[in-house]
C-alpha cells in the first residue's frame, strides 16, 4: 500500500505564492504519473497540474505560467510552486500518484488534501 501525505497550504495573501509538497511512502517500484487537483467549495474537484513520467508536463489553463509542479525521485516527492496567487486559487488540494508497487500491483493513491486560502 502506498501512502501519500500533503503538506504547504495555508493563507495568503494576493499575488503571495506557496509550496505544495506531496510524499509518496511505502512499497514502492515505479511512477508512472504524478498529479496535482484541486477542489473549491461546492465545486468538484478537477485536474490542475500533470506529470507523466518521460512525458510532457501539463497544467490547466488558469495556472499556466503561475504554477510549476516538479518532482525529487530519489524521495518520492512532489511539489506545485504555485505563484501570484488569486482568490479563486482558494480550494483543497489534492495529490495523486499512480504507479506499480513491488509486487508489480498497480497503485493509485491520493493525498489527504491541504487547504490554500487566497484572501484580499
Known amino acids: 500500500q502506498v501512502q501519500l501525505v500533503e503538506s504547504g497550504g495555508g493563507l495568503v495573501h494576493i499575488g503571495g505564492s506557496l509550496r505544495l509538497s506531496c510524499s509518496a511512502s511505502?512499497?514502492?517500484?515505479?511512477?508512472?504519473?504524478m498529479n496535482w487537483y484541486r477542489q473549491a467549495p461546492g465545486q468538484q474537484r478537477v485536474w490542475v497540474a500533470g506529470m507523466p513520467s518521460g512525458g510532457r508536463i501539463n497544467y490547466e489553463d488558469s495556472v499556466k505560467g503561475r504554477f510549476t509542479i516538479s518532482r525529487d525521485n530519489a524521495k518520492n516527492t512532489m511539489y506545485l510552486q504555485m505563484n501570484s496567487l488569486k482568490p479563486e486559487d482558494t480550494a483543497v488540494y489534492y495529490c495523486n500518484m499512480r504507479g506499480a508497487d513491488l509486487l508489480g500491483l498497480q497503485f493509485d493513491s491520493w493525498g489527504q488534501g491541504t487547504q490554500v486560502t487566497v484572501s484580499s
Open positions: 511505502g512499497s514502492i517500484f515505479s511512477i508512472h504519473a
